[in-house]
């Protein structure tokens, strides 16, 4: 049974930046599960799917912010570097110092700090329908 699940307080009102955040939601879960099952095997994989996921939506969101004129798109990146930047670490670090816990309290305090409540200042400048197309 998954710890966390998506609930309409999370969304920024654009259907596909919550479709991406969703999948933040499955990498915390799968960190919790992890850590139940004390697979730490499954590090490795958590770590690149963090990257992945990073990749693709920071991209899609900073298009976004910048396409809809969002005042604070330079803080907003810089907050991005951060996370990829710690991602970036976990990595290096991962057989000597990095263990699940700390990517689920990690995963788990960028959805609540940085999604809760970064994100949730550019909603008033995005359009309620937001797609992929220009």
Do not use: C
């Not at 991406?20 to 879960?29: A, G």
């Amino acid at each position: 049974m998954p710890l966390m699940t998506w609930d309409e307080s999370m969304s920024v009102s654009v259907k596909e930046i919550d479709d991406q955040h969703k999948t933040l939601i499955s990498l915390i879960n799968q960190a919790y599960e992890a850590i139940q099952t004390h697979d730490e095997h499954v590090m490795t994989e958590l770590i690149d799917k963090m990257r992945a996921y990073a990749s693709m939506h920071f991209a899609f969101e900073e298009k976004l912010m910048k396409k809809h004129g969002f005042p604070e798109l330079e803080h907003h990146k810089f907050k991005h570097a951060q996370f990829n930047s710690e991602v970036i670490n976990f990595r290096k670090k991962q057989f000597e110092k990095t263990n699940l816990s700390q990517i689920f309290v990690f995963l788990s305090r960028w959805l609540t700090t940085h999604i809760m409540n970064e994100d949730m200042q550019y909603t008033p400048y995005m359009p309620k329908e937001e797609t992929t197309e220009d």
